[in-house]
């Protein structure tokens, strides 16, 4: 591995994880000044650089050494991982992002008469995860054709060049418009933090630590929520138990209302309105719900 004093982090030039991605960064306290061809960012302030390239390209330049860490999503952190010499397929997920969620799927024309993955036997699919498809075949002992296709493999089974495909589906919207049904699920995927299994040991090793702690703290931000609300002392077990998350709330005694207190709580992700409800019913009035910007425990 290269030596370098600076950190790298590769992330999609252009796409679905290109603004997610930009924004976390933004959060961890990163910032880049633009380079006229775009592909590089030199990172100001803090000594961490941008490399924008094509999502697929991510896990191998990582595991080149030519960045540190990438920005990807699972999918193609996986296939690279079957797919790679062995050498060069040592990465890891360091961390979990929370966006570009999407599953890999099998899917078949909606009038085959599917009856589990043995239907595919001596069938061919069209894919741009060969790797994870011939992985998910092999498991289950299952001989079918791998169709290798770039882009536009949903419109396969319609141009007759295969008989079922496995894609990226969120919504399942662009199947139904194929006239496809979701079949079997091969990887429920998010974007990920990528990095080698051997990390830095370098400056780049002490950037990359304060990195993921700072990273790790926005995340935690990011799906807390500060819960403030008004009950009575006679109240208060009931209300307790019903916070989401189970947090240990602070009291807050009210001037002149002995009984009352204001209850404050940071509960660990959302919290729905069926739970402010069940809140209310047991006592609890004047409820808000905040977002928090940043925590330093
Ligand atoms: P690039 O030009 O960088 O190769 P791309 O076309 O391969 O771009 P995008 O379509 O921008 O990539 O998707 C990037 C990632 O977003 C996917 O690899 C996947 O992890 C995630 N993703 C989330 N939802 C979807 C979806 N519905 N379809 C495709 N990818 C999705
Ligand atoms: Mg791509």
Redesign the pocket.
Known sequence: MSTRDRLRIAM???????EPAQDLLTRCGLSFRQSRDKLFCFGEGEPVDLLL????DIPGLIAQGVCDLGI?????LSEFQLTAPPEQAELSELRTLGF???RLSIAVPQELNYQGPETLQGLSIATSYPGLVGDWLQRRQIQAKVITLA?SVEIAPRLGTADAICD????GG?LVANQLRETDILLE???VLAGPKQLPADERGDMLELLLKRLDGVIQVRESRLLLLQTSRQHLEQVTRLLPGGPQPILLGIAGQPDQVLLQALCAGEVTWRELEDIKKAGAREMLVLPVEKMLA
């Open positions: 999609q030039k252009s796409g679905r994880l290109t390239v094509r999502d697929d990807v999503g699972r999918n193609v570009g969620r999407c882009g990226l589906v969120q919504s662009t995927s998010e974007a």
